[in-house]
Structure formats: structure tokens, C-alpha cells
């Protein structure tokens, strides 16, 4: 059986609103739900205990990752840590009229960085339901994980978090 681990960054808790329905949704134990800024020390230790990581930012600035990623990702771009053999999902919050030209990018930059790595992503969702002029997280004409706007939309967010875990669970044969 699968260990799936739940590990986000976030400041305004709508990234933490969708790892409390990864919680229920894949019955994740609480101690298996990693605060990035608060509980994370070891990419080795904690990240590569699991089979099945659910990765959570909020974006920020430019397209940036919440800080509290910045060390684990340098690490694992620097140090070469490999996850292959891994299964990652991303996602997160973003504003698509505030930030619309970098709209949910930190999903686009965990992407890159884990994916370079060796992990095996899932979960990607159409882009069609979403509005923004640019973003890292599109990877050929899908987002690479489910972005969530509280800010414009979140009248979306209920359903936008069931029909990506359906996904998920179909994509992890759960």
C-alpha cells in the first residue's frame, strides 16, 4: 500500500483548505500533512518517506514558490536528489486578476522541480474553466495541478477540489 503525504506552503490557509480535502478524500493521517514553514527539516527524511506526495504554494510575487519551499527546492535542483519511483500532484492558490500573468506559476515551478527529479506527475486538469493571461503551471494546454483563486472564484473551489480529486483517485486506482 501506497504512503501518501501531504506538504504545503501557505499564508492565507486556501492551500490548506484543499490539503484538508486530500485528508478525507485518500483518509491521510494527520501527522502525514506537512506545514512547510512550520514542521518542515529534511527533504530526505520527510519528502522521500512517501510513495504519493500532494504538494501545496501559494504563489507569490512573480510567479514565485511561498518561501518556506525555497530551501527544499534549491536542494533538490542542487544536490541532485532523486525521486524517481514517486507520484506528485501539485497544488495551490493564486489571483487571476490581481496576478493574472502569473497566475498559480508555483505549481508550474514544484512541476519543474520534482519532475526533473524523477517523480511521476499526476492531476492534471483542463485550463478551460480558469481566466489569466500567463502561468507556469499550463503544460501542454492543462494546468499541472489544481489552482484554486479565493480572491475572484470562489464560488469554483468546492467543485474544482471534487473533480480534481476524482482524478486523482482514478489516475492513483484508488
Known sequence: MSKYGVFVGTAGGTSMKVADALVKAFDIDEDDVINMEDDFDDVEEQLLAYDVLFLGSSTWGQGDLHFSWVDAVVEI??????????????????????HGEHFCSALGKLHKTFSGAGAKSIGYIPKDDYTYEFSLAEIDDKLCGLAIDEHNESQKTNERIERWVTILKSELGD
Open 77 to 98: 535542483e542542487n544536490e541532485g536528489i532523486d525521486f524517481s519511483g514517486k507520484t506528485v500532484a501539485y497544488f495551490g492558490a493564486g489571483d487571476c486578476q490581481k
